[in-house]
């Protein structure tokens, strides 16, 4: 089974770019105005439909579960070098669990993360994490 997504995008080499960098592959095609991603893990098909204008959602969010902390970390590196991480969350209490995660925006203003949950807890997040706030929003787990 693998999950198929299909975005618009009105900016196909810019995000061709991004989503190249969030999965850490290259589109199987690339064409002028369609990319389309093949990715075994996680299991998705990311198609990237070229568009005169966009306007997504802005009450939601995208995630990519890993295994484990190190994988983040690889995400972490691999977006902050090409200048995508928005902002990093280590072991942190967001949204009944803790975790660590790695935030980053494509350029239709989609929000991403890339996480590994360490374990289940009680509260929903910590009083002092910025848990998936947008920035200059208030804090509130998972809002977009």
Known sequence: ??????????????????YSTLL????????????LFI???????????LRESVQPTTDSHFGIYVEDAASVERA???L???GLASSIEREETCCYANQTK???IDPEGRRWEVYTVHG???GRD??????CASEGEPRSCCAA
């Not at 850490?24 to 990319?35: C, H, I, M, R």
């Not at 990715?39 to 439909?49: F, G, K, Q, R, S």
């Not at 910590?126 to 848990?131: E, H, K, N, Q, S």
Request: glycine share 2%.
């Open 1 to 18: 089974m693998k999950t198929h997504l299909n975005l618009a995008t009105s900016d196909l080499a810019g995000s061709v770019a991004f």
């Open 126 to 131: 910590d009083a002092d994490t910025t848990c």
């Open 102 to 104: 790695v935030w980053a």
């Open 24 to 35: 850490d592959v290259q589109p199987e095609k690339n064409l002028s105005d369609y990319a």
């Open 80 to 82: 902050t070098t090409a």
């Open 39 to 49: 990715v075994e893990n996680p299991a998705l098909e990311l198609a990237l439909d």
């Open 120 to 122: 289940e807890t009680e």
């Open 76 to 78: 972490i590196e691999r």
